[in-house]
């Protein structure tokens, strides 16, 4: 994974250990490279590294297939300066990627590779947007076609409907390729999505990038139970204040699930209070 520094770029600030992927983004990476799936998903616990996986991907493909064009889409485009475009400008600067507020004179952020093969590949910066009084094809994505998008924060979009919309942008890729991140939700609409046209769906827990995140023991020791369970070890809860709310996904006595031991027993009592 560790990219190759163009000519005439200052190594002073390249830190390889940025380049080292840890387990989980090693996994999505690999399938990315196999070209095996064209719709990938992952769904992981704070800090896992999947903000750090999109730049990590974006230098992949440009190394992959030079000059092919890509799409990063975040809900707002605040979010994704905040996160995406600050990670970018870690990860990515130091290797000769540079940012740009506009195109041919027209308002439109991307990141611009450096040469390879007398080649160089744009990934522009998008948000999701379609008003609701409009037809589904007049979304913030229409546009010319690329190769591969790249959706962050799944877990904030209500349906599968920008997923749908990305699929008619990847129209340049061979193979196309669409890649869904998110953070623990219960009820993945963007793991569902893969799996059900033929991608693949991971999950990972925050601590595949224990090295990267301080004194993680400190940290959580912060949290609640749930907040653990759902956002730490990615074992989304129900919503709080649904008749679920207290419904834990493991074994008694932790939680509410039968040991896988437990048989039916000839003679059982059933006692209901009627408060």
Same mark, same amino acid.
């Given at each position: ?72 889409? *975040? ?37 611009? *590779? ?30 010319? *076609? ?130």
């Amino acid at each position: 994974m560790m990219p190759q520094l163009p000519q005439g770029i200052d190594p002073t600030f390249f830190d390889p250990d940025d380049w080292i992927p840890n387990k989980a983004q090693s996994v999505m990476l690999g399938y990315w490279m196999s070209d095996q799936h064209q719709i990938m998903a992952m769904m992981g616990g704070w800090g896992c590294g999947k903000t750090t996986m999109i730049p990590m991907v974006m230098s992949l493909n440009h190394s992959m297939r030079p000059g092919q064009d890509g799409l990063v889409v *975040s809900p707002t485009m605040g979010q994704g300066t905040r996160t995406i475009s600050k990670e970018c400008a870690r990860i990515l600067s130091p290797i000769g990627w540079t940012y740009h507020h506009s195109y041919l004179g027209q308002p439109a952020p991307h990141w611009l *590779s450096p040469m390879k093969n007398g080649k160089q590949s744009r990934v522009w910066m998008m948000s999701w947007n379609r008003p609701k009084t409009k037809h589904t094809s007049a979304n913030s994505l229409e546009g010319p *076609s690329v190769g591969y998008i790249i959706f962050d924060e799944c877990n904030l979009y209500n349906d599968e409907e920008p997923y749908q919309a990305g699929l008619g942008r990847i129209r340049d890729g061979n193979p196309p390729k669409m890649l869904l991140l998110g953070k623990p939700h219960h009820g993945s609409i963007w793991g569902h999505f893969a799996e059900t046209r033929g991608g693949v769906y991971r999950t990972a827990t925050s601590w595949v990038n224990a090295k990267n995140l301080g004194d993680m023991e400190a940290w959580i020791s912060t949290m609640s139970t749930r907040e653990y369970q759902e956002n730490i070890m990615c074992n989304p809860q129900p919503p709080e204040g649904s008749i679920f709310d207290m419904w834990m996904p493991t074994e008694w006595p932790k939680g509410n699930l039968a040991p896988a031991d437990w048989r039916p027993q000839k003679h059982m009592t059933h006692h209901v209070t009627f408060g």
